[in-house]
């Protein structure tokens, strides 16, 4: 029993890594959905090993390198592919005759970069088990995720040329990266009750991601890490005031 949590955990990786081979190919839709499927068995690793008291350090440290895999190089392989689409009719070409579209293809990595260093952090900072301090990982994978599925599934015009512009990729991509190691201190979405004091920014962004939903569909996937960090904001500000 003490085993499966970390047997979820894996799944995590697997999921991952599979992501990866689908947006080194091209298929950057089925590793948004790859990458779902890694934040569904995240959730679950962590809520087994509560449910079965199965903690380990191996399984603390196993849980980041999947992290590391599924919200860390997997959105930047999406990037890479979107980065690269714009720039240069073959994908799989790294090194393109214009220097430039090649310096261009190699920024994601600071996405990796970044999460790895997150999760470092992260791991050795007691402070942050009930609160975050930088953008989670898969956060990260979110912001990357959401845009290629909205752009996608509503057909957004807008969307689709901010997938097809690499400035506004790169730019969107540095800001991510940076998010996951600033200190800004945001809300956990670990709920250990339902009652309204105390969860008030979970309950905040709850009620604004549906809002939002009513009004526009799907087109609000890409304003979920904007609403969290809305949400966190004005949680900590309740708090402090109190």
């Not at 449910?51 to 599924?70: Q, T």
């Not at 009620?207 to 960090?229: E, F, H, K």
Request: glycine residues 6%; proline residues 5%.
């Amino acid at each position: 029993m003490k085993h499966i949590p970390n047997l979820i955990t894996s799944l995590n990786l697997v999921s991952g890594f599979i992501a990866v081979i689908f947006a080194s190919r091209g298929d950057i839709i089925s590793a948004s959905w790859l990458i779902v499927f890694a934040m569904i068995f995240d959730f679950f690793d962590g809520f087994t090993a509560r449910l079965l008291k199965a903690y380990s350090e191996i399984g603390k440290e196993l849980d980041s390198l999947a992290d590391l895999v599924s919200f860390g190089v997997a959105p930047a392989m999406i990037i890479f592919h979107l980065i690269g689409n714009s720039v240069s009719s073959d994908t799989l070409i790294l090194l393109d005759e214009d220097p430039v579209n090649s310096v261009l293809l190699f920024l994601p990595v600071v996405m990796p970069v970044c999460a790895a260093l997150r999760l470092a952090k992260f791991n050795i900072d007691v402070s942050q088990a009930t609160v975050f301090k930088g953008l989670p990982t898969p956060a990260n994978a979110i912001g990357v995720i959401t845009i290629v599925l909205a752009a996608n599934y509503t057909g957004s015009e807008l969307l689709r040329s901010f997938t097809g512009s690499p400035l506004w990729l790169l730019a969107y991509t540095f800001i991510l990266s940076l998010m996951m190691v600033i200190r800004m201190p945001l809300l956990s979405l670990k709920i250990k009750n339902f009652s309204f004091k105390g969860n008030e920014g979970r309950y905040i962004l709850a009620g604004m991601i549906v809002i939002c939903y009513a009004i526009s569909g799907l087109i609000v996937l890409p304003l979920i890490i904007p609403l969290y960090i809305i949400a966190s904001v004005i949680h900590f500000r309740i708090i402090k005031a109190e």
